[in-house]
């Protein structure tokens, strides 16, 4: 079982190398990657950084949050491309971004029990997606 592409290139009137999961799967990463990025910069934007990079938040430095959670944006709109285009990299760059997203939606809940219960339904349904995203990804691939 191989989570490979036979084929990177198509034209047109050829089938696409993944499934309708993986394209809803991909979709819904780029969507995941734009709401990291709109809400970091909207969290700079409002204030929340009076020191700059040195701010401290529970006594840790929250640009290390951000900086991985920029990393989980950046390979979940690069997966979300790259499944929508069927490239072979688009799986193994889904699987990455999958698998931050469930380590980023953890981290998030613990955020949202202690500082913001509203944020918790929202930080749940990463977790479930996260967690479809793998089962949907390994059943869309074609033999």
């Known amino acids: 079982m191989s989570y490979r592409v036979t084929s990177t290139r198509r034209t047109g009137n050829e089938s696409r190398a993944y499934t309708w999961p993986a394209l809803i799967v991909g979709i819904i990463l780029i969507l995941a990657g734009i709401g990291i990025v709109v ?14 990079l040195w701010t401290l938040a529970n006594n840790q430095y929250v640009v290390y949050h951000q900086a991985a959670e920029g990393v989980t944006a950046i390979l979940a709109i690069a997966g979300g491309f790259g499944l929508l285009l069927g490239r072979g990299w688009g799986m193994a760059t889904s699987l990455a971004a999958l698998g931050a997203l469930l380590y ?7 955020f949202s029990f202690t ?4 944020l918790t339904p929202v ?3 990463v977790l479930g997606f996260s967690l479809l995203g793998f089962i949907a990804l390994h059943f869309s691939r074609r033999s």
Not at 104 to 110: A, H, P, Q, R, V
Not at 115 to 118: D, E, G, I, L
């Open 39 to 52: 809400y970091w910069v909207n969290y700079w934007l409002s204030g929340n950084m009076p020191n700059g």
């Open 104 to 110: 980023t939606g953890i981290n998030s809940l613990s």
């Open 115 to 118: 500082t913001a219960p509203a």
């Open 123 to 125: 930080f749940l349904g």
